[in-house]
């Protein structure tokens, strides 16, 4: 038996490998202690000092007001009303989806869709910021305020705070004018934050219309207070003495203030006035582009939009054959019929082939190869020079004037004065329009470009399409002597104390050189049109007010052997009726331009509109001339009731 080896076996020896490994591990241990410790008290010391500051200390939004809207009276049309939203905040809920969630839910009568929402906008908030509130239900009815607030000790990390709602006092008299709010977007919330903004989840944002806008004049600037809070978030009035008086509270700044051009009593009146299921009218300043009256119908209420529309309401309106969220002023086109002839009038005088004296007879009818167009007067209109074609609205007249020249110096003389382009109204969207040329019916028209077309296009039919913004630019620039204004609705914007922060000025787009002989020739045949028997809107003359203007009817379907009339056509099937003109004649103040959407004749069913317009405008001159200055900051008071014009039977 071999001897045993003393030193292999000695226990002493044994215990200092094992003491040299603990000392090893418990080195690594302090070394890795003190670097942490490093981290957390020097290296990312302000960090977790600003967490744990958030644990007790919580910051409470205080809402800014939402600047006013007002007419150019200083009416208010739209302002902000005291309201409650429910908000939780993640970081203070307690058992938030097992117990406060769902007694929240009961509380407010929601369904199970909606309380899944809320527990998924919760799991959201408590990974991706906690402390930031998340929102429940905007504008609390009385009832649903009392029930959460009757059970506030239950419900961890539930705010009812004050926030100011919206309130729509014109209803849907303006609604495509002013536009509307709801909820932003996370899209929305990261564009408008990294850009500097500094909005929340559950913030409303303008939706089209000056609401869209002026969001970021209108907005204001959110202040802040700051309260010691306990776990559960609720406030400690004992300890909020301890924070810095300071830092404590930061004011609100209130949002500017719109001043429009528009006047409201003008604008209740046409929406009186105006017959028409649908359609729109427009009255505009000739001398600065300013818009006094803009009416597009149907409308929507924005009161309904901007607060809980539910979805069945909102697939109402989708559904709605009339859609009423497309504005007709502006992001609607139309063949122009019949106002139209003034272009292809100075487009003829131009020329130098015709004058105001070339006489071309009407016998019903024009032959262009083996096709004969009609003139709107089967009988015809016998001779007429270019006075008496604007007056009678002879079609015949402008079927020579496309057949000797063709399309393109139509087209071009119709860009010039602004069709086919936008108006850069800018508050409101819109669709160019269509101006066609040879080239562009060599583009789109199946065999390309044909004479045909010219004469379509000469009195407004074919593919000619116009905005009713677009020509009431136009006829206030054959007012004013040839000026093509961009269309503006805002007068000045202020702040909360009414100081002028910014002014608009008149902006001219353009001037077009046309020859005061050949503006001349039109304005007397428009002034014939409405004060001359025989003229297409000699029945709405005005007694007291001189009108130049022009009646339109834009066929929708190709007319028959047999016309109908009106009331014997489906309502999608019967014409469009048009009124465009301007008043006084000799010294022009607005120009109206009248559309009602298949409303029938434009000397039946649209000039009457346009001249009872014109002569309200002038009542109320008159009015202002003689009447004390008017209440500024009174709210408005609506005396018109909604339109509820549906489709005729």
Known sequence: MAPRTLVADTPGRDFRKRFLWLGIAMAAGMGLLAIQLYRLQIAQAEEYAAKSVANFVKEVRLRADRGAIKDARGTILVDSRPSFDAFLTPAFCQSCVEKVIPKVAELLGMDEAQRQRLETLARAGRRNGPFQPVPILVDLTRDEYDRLNARRNELDGVDIVPVPHRNYRTGNLLSHVIGYMNEITQEELERFNADGASYSRGDYVGRRGLERYFESQLRGTDGVRKEVVDARGQTLEAFNGLLASEDTTRAPVAGHNIILSLDMRLQEAVEHIFPGVAGAVVVIDVTTGFIRALVSRPGFDPNLLTGRITPAQMAALARDPLQPMINRVTAEHYAPGSIFKVVTALAAFKSGQFSPHTVINCPGGYRLGTRVWRCHRDA????????????????????????????????????????????????????????????????VTPGGYFKGAALNSSIGQGDDAVTVMQMALLYSAIANGGTIYKPQLVARVEDATGLVVKESEPEVVRKVDIPEAHLKAVKDGLVATVNEGGGTAFASRLKDVVVAGKTGTAQVARIGAVRLRT??????????????????????????????????????????????????????????????????NAPYVRSVPPSKKGLPN
């Open 380 to 443: 015809g209109h016998g001779p007429r020079d270019g006075r008496q074609a604007l007056m009678s609205s002879c079609d015949v007249w402008y079927f020579k004037v496309a057949d000797v020249l063709g399309i393109d110096p139509i087209s071009e003389m119709g860009r010039l004065l602004g069709l086919g382009q936008p108006t850069g109204i800018g508050v409101m969207a819109e669709v160019p329009g269509v101006m066609p040329t040879s080239s562009y019916h060599d583009r």
């Open 567 to 632: 009331h014997q056509m489906d309502y999608y099937m019967r014409h469009h009726a048009w009124f465009a003109g301007f008043a006084p004649a000799d010294k022009p103040e607005i120009a109206v331009v009248v559309l009602n959407e298949h409303g029938g004749g434009g000397g039946t069913d649209a000039a009457p509109t346009g001249l009872e317009v014109i002569g309200k405008y002038f009542e109320l001159k008159k009015q202002d001339e003689n009447a004390p200055p008017p209440m500024v």
